[in-house]
């Protein structure tokens, strides 16, 4: 009997050990499974972490700023002499256009009887306006615009002194553009593909239109008389400046070719479309390729879409149009032609 109860006694024993074993053997297995379902979602958290592109913004200071605007004609590479004699109103425009590149804002020539129109300086002063198709700063005062008969038989004196108004605006612009491109690097060596190169471009196309909105200032004109170009949202500084939210198509034009310079693009600032009551401007780049120039008008392109603060979308119907097929946009015959003067020079 004794027995029988021991016996029995160890039965129970050894059924409470299993029951026990078996409890702590589905914990154990019930952590292990949520550890591996941890482990995999962690996994799954990091691949997507590793995935995502992120670009470290490239903050930079005037230091950083080359000295020299970007010269997409290579014009530096010109020489002329201290008093260099000037026949035509192109190359009195190229001229400006070299000294203004080199930073130069006061400067002297010598002008062919013919180009001084009666020692006047009328060549001087659309010289100047030639200049900004590429220079595109354009907020300065004429402190000397003169020609003088000095006695030679053969040409006449010309003095160019350009002040301008705020060039610490300027600066800003140009750091602005100069770091869109630094954190958007074009291809090494420059564009050599067309597509390349537009896709490019419709990027800071986008990036312009979406940054600021119209100005209504733009659509009365008269307003913009006697006040400097800053306060008519005119400049490059109107759209690219810290803190800078509207501008009026000077100003969209201007910063377009801006960034489009740095970038190595071929891009020119125009304006037309001249009439009493209006005016306009907008861009024509030359493709990398040498294929017809494009003309591109931001402005109209931003009208057309949502034109609002933090936009995300533009139109594009006034993107790359191929000047030959454009009708809408009529370029001030000077500027046009000094442009066409400029990049057949370069193209040999």
Not at 181 to 196: A, L, Q, R
């Amino acid at each position: 009997m004794e027995r029988t109860q021991i016996g029995g006694k160890r039965i129970r024993i050894i059924f409470l050990i299993l029951i026990i074993s078996m409890c702590l053997f589905a914990c154990a297995d019930g952590n292990s499974h949520e550890d591996i379902i941890t482990t995999s979602d962690m996994t799954e958290t990091h691949s997507e972490t590793d995935t995502v592109e992120t670009q470290t913004v490239i903050e930079l200071t005037l230091e950083d700023l080359p000295a020299l605007l970007p010269d997409v004609l290579g014009l530096r590479e010109k020489e002329y002499d201290d008093m260099s004699f000037l026949e035509t109103q192109e190359q009195l425009s190229e001229y400006v256009l070299w000294n203004l590149l080199y930073g130069k804002t006061e400067f002297e020539c010598r002008l062919s009887w013919d180009l001084s129109y009666g020692v006047s300086a009328v060549a001087l002063d659309r010289s100047c306006e030639d200049a900004m198709t590429y220079y595109l700063f354009s907020s300065y005062k004429p402190w000397d615009m003169l020609t003088e008969d000095d006695g030679d038989p053969d040409s006449v004196y010309g003095k160019i002194k350009l002040v301008y108004d705020n060039p610490e605006y300027d600066l800003e612009a140009r750091l602005a553009a100069y770091s869109y491109v630094m954190n958007n690097p074009p291809p090494d060596g420059g564009f050599s593909d067309y597509d390349e190169e537009m896709e490019y471009a419709r990027k800071i196309h986008d990036y312009v239109a979406c940054k600021v909105t119209y100005d209504p200032m733009g659509y009365t004109p008269e307003l913009l008389l006697g006040i400097t170009r800053y306060d008519g949202f005119q400049e490059a500084y109107n759209v690219l400046g810290e803190n800078q939210n509207t501008a009026v198509c000077a100003g969209y034009a201007r910063a377009f070719a801006l960034i489009c310079q740095y970038a190595g693009i071929n891009c020119a600032w125009v304006r037309g479309n001249e009439t009493e009551e209006s005016s306009h401007a907008w861009n024509v780049i030359y493709p990398c390729d040498g294929s017809e120039p494009v003309l591109v008008d931001v402005t109209w392109d931003d009208g057309l879409s949502l034109d609002a603060a933090g936009q995300t979308e533009v139109d594009d119907t006034y993107f790359y149009i191929p000047l030959s097929c454009e009708y809408e946009h009529e370029a001030e015959q000077d500027m046009a032609d000094f442009i066409q003067y400029l990049n057949a020079a370069a193209r040999g």
